[in-house]
């Protein structure tokens, strides 16, 4: 079994940073795709961003491109997105996943955490 744990959430002011964590324990993985979802309330869960198992490539939502950057330390399949000039709109929890059954911005991931609540305050 793997594990995946998110942390770095929290409250800031619009405008401000937060950076995200996640690392996975358990069972080995081997390099695998890892991304980023968040889900705001009464809302679908949402793409935010991801980046191919051996770090190459990066994939980002719309809202996030130019603020959101999403890096992953290779075989330890850690993950962080770093988010600057956060908007409220950002409010949401913010769920990693890891190895990727698809393209890796579809959401099709073997394996999720548990989230982190980030609040963007106006």
């Known amino acids: 079994q793997v594990q995946l744990v998110e942390s770095g959430g929290g409250l800031v002011q619009a405008g401000g940073s937060l950076r995200l964590s996640c690392a996975a324990s358990g069972r080995t993985l081997g390099s695998v795709a890892m991304g980023w979802f968040r889900q705001a309330p009464g809302k679908e869960r949402e793409f935010v961003a991801a980046?191919?198992?051996?770090?190459?490539?990066?994939y980002y939502a719309d809202s996030g491109k130019g603020r959101f950057t999403i890096s992953k330390e290779g075989a330890k399949n850690a993950a962080h997105l770093q988010m600057r000039s956060l908007e409220p709109e950002d409010t949401a929890v913010y769920y990693c996943?890891?190895?990727?059954?698809?393209?890796?911005?579809?959401?099709?991931?073997?394996?999720w955490g548990q989230g982190t609540q980030v609040t963007v305050s106006a």
């Open positions: 996943a890891a190895l990727s059954r698809s393209h890796p911005t579809l959401g099709d991931y073997a394996y």
């Open positions: 980046v191919s198992w051996n770090g190459a490539d990066t």
